[in-house]
């Protein structure tokens, strides 16, 4: 089993920056893909950003220009560096990851979640 233990959330006047950050931990063979989505009040969990392994990373058009996510392979983490921050920014934030659980069926591919992290931004 895969644990993602999320840091960094936290309440912060709208212009300002926080850093999540997520680490992985348990018995996996590979993480191919990690990323942040969010889900505010009343909404529907949506992504955020992702990382591949070869840090291709997507966004969601909302985060363009202020948010970025990087990863260490080495200590499997996952961050977000949020900056310019929105009251719309609003939500509980998931750290996400997909991989490999054995190196016997490195083609079958899980899914895990954190506990997620509350991010409030106020006006």
Do not use: H
Request: hydrophobic share 35%; proline share 3%; glycine share 10%.
């Amino acid at each position: 089993q895969v644990q993602l233990v999320e840091s960094g959330g936290g309440l912060v006047q709208a212009g300002g920056s926080l850093r999540l950050s997520c680490v992985a931990s348990g018995r996996f063979f590979s993480l191919n893909a990690m990323g942040w989505y969010r889900q505010a009040p009343g909404n529907q969990r949506e992504l955020v950003a992702t990382i591949t392994s070869g840090d291709s990373t997507n966004y969601a058009d909302s985060v363009k220009g202020r948010f970025t996510i990087s990863r260490d392979n080495v200590q499997n983490t996952v961050y977000l560096q949020m900056n310019s921050l929105k009251p719309e920014d609003t939500a509980v934030y998931y750290c996400n990851a997909r991989g490999a659980a054995s190196p016997f069926f490195p083609s079958k591919e899980y899914m895990w979640w954190g506990q997620g992290s509350q991010v409030t931004v106020s006006s």
